[in-house]
T-cell receptor
Framework: ETGVTQSPTHLIKTRGQQVTLRCSSQ?????VSWYQQALGQGPQFIFQ???????GRGNFPPRFSGLQFPNYSSELNVNALELDDSALYLC?????????????FGPGTRLTVT | DQQVKQNSPSLSVQEGRISILNCDYT??????FLWYKKYPAEGPTFLIS?????DKNEDGRFTVFLNKSAKHLSLHIVPSQPGDSAVYFC????????????FGAGTILRVKS
């Protein structure tokens, strides 16, 4: 059984640019959640996708957007990058959205905005 | 506004002794709490959880205690092992939030041999 994978591992972008991060969910999982972990902080919920539909969003501006594909993999897109977007971006997959459905995290993508 | 707080950035413990990691929360709606462990260059991995209808949950060397009136939970690791050295995150959710989690800032645990 393949775990959650994310690509790329590291990324350096310039302020104002756009970035796309990718996540492959664990086999059998239909839900993907994205989190942003800034340095010295815990992961902060960005949004969740369930069966290709957005299922909840945290306190992030609209320039953070996402997609989920029929195979349940997912993308996180960030437009007009700002210096504060520098962080570790984690995706987590689960087999449902309800309380108690365990989330399995990928290793993350480290984004640096200069 | 931090709804989940881990006030100790780091903790150092001797191998074989007890490690106690603490977490406080402010949102009364939270009714499910989890602990995750994170090694460098890896994603967080689930460790143990507790529902608000319980005050204790045990899994091997790991026990989580919940004090709802104080809005406080703690993770006890007994005995601590060098392999337990990692960052520990406390997380919370509520039935209406599903499995969308609110995390604390984490505590770095170092177990010395």
């Amino acid at each position: 059984e393949t775990g959650v994978t994310q690509s790329p591992t590291h990324l350096i972008k310039t302020r104002g640019q756009q970035v796309t991060l990718r996540c492959s969910s664990q086999s059998g999982h239909n839900t993907v959640s994205w989190y942003q972990q800034a340095l010295g902080q815990g992961p902060q919920f960005i949004f969740q996708y369930y069966r290709e539909e957005e299922n909840g969003r945290g306190n992030f501006p609209p320039r953070f957007s996402g997609l989920q594909f029929p195979n349940y993999s997912s993308e996180l897109n960030v437009n007009a990058l700002e210096l504060d977007d520098s962080a570790l971006y984690l995706c987590a997959s689960s087999s449902g959205t309800g309380l108690g459905y365990e989330q399995y995290f990928g290793p993350g993508t480290r984004l640096t905005v200069t | 506004d931090q709804q989940v707080k881990q006030n100790s950035p780091s903790l150092s413990v001797q191998e074989g002794r007890i490690s106690i990691l603490n977490c406080d929360y402010t949102n009364s709606m939270f009714d499910y709490f989890l602990w995750y462990k994170k090694y460098p260059a890896e994603g967080p991995t689930f460790l143990i959880s507790i529902s608000s209808i319980k005050d204790k949950n045990e899994d091997g060397r790991f026990t989580v205690f919940l004090n709802k009136s104080a809005k406080h939970l703690s993770l006890h690791i007994v005995p601590s092992q060098p392999g337990d050295s990692a960052v520990y995150f406390c997380a919370a959710s509520a039935r209406e939030y599903g499995n969308k989690l609110v995390f604390g800032a984490g505590t770095i645990l170092r177990v010395k041999s």
